[in-house]
């Protein structure tokens, strides 16, 4: 019998905190308490200079969905993603109503400080979807 691998979904990026914020509202995600640490802010200004604000994880608070980690690099993102989230906003959901379900959740991120790239109308083969890029360029779609 194989077993279920656990695993989490790195970022790169700058401002890892930010990021991390910003992805806890989007998916309804908490950053997890630190051990020993009232707050995130008191473990990040335990550590090195060098060290803080290297990194932040956020959580699933139901223990379902994968953890998030974030990690700060020196270089900025200057390609598409190989690997994108689809949040999926309009599970279940068909034509207009899916659209429109799609396009209030695109407005709720758009004032979190998410961009608007795409939005695929559905065809005759596909149903609508919008790609977004959260607050340091990546991409992803709500679906």
Known sequence: ???VQKFQVTFDCADPERVARFWC?????VIP???GFATWDDFDRSQLPEDQGSWCACIDPTG???RL?????????????RVHLDV???????????????QA???RLLALGATHVLTQVADDENESCITMQDIEGNEFCLD
């Open 1 to 3: 019998m194989t077993s």
């Open 88 to 102: 999926r906003a309009g599970a279940g959901l068909v034509g207009e109503e899916r659209l429109a379900t799609l």
């Open 105 to 107: 959740e695109c407005d």
């Open 64 to 66: 379902v969905g994968p």
């Open 33 to 35: 308490p630190l051990e």
């Open 69 to 81: 980690y974030f990690q700060r690099v020196p270089e900025g993102k200057v390609v598409k993603n």
């Open 25 to 29: 509202e989007v998916l309804g995600y």
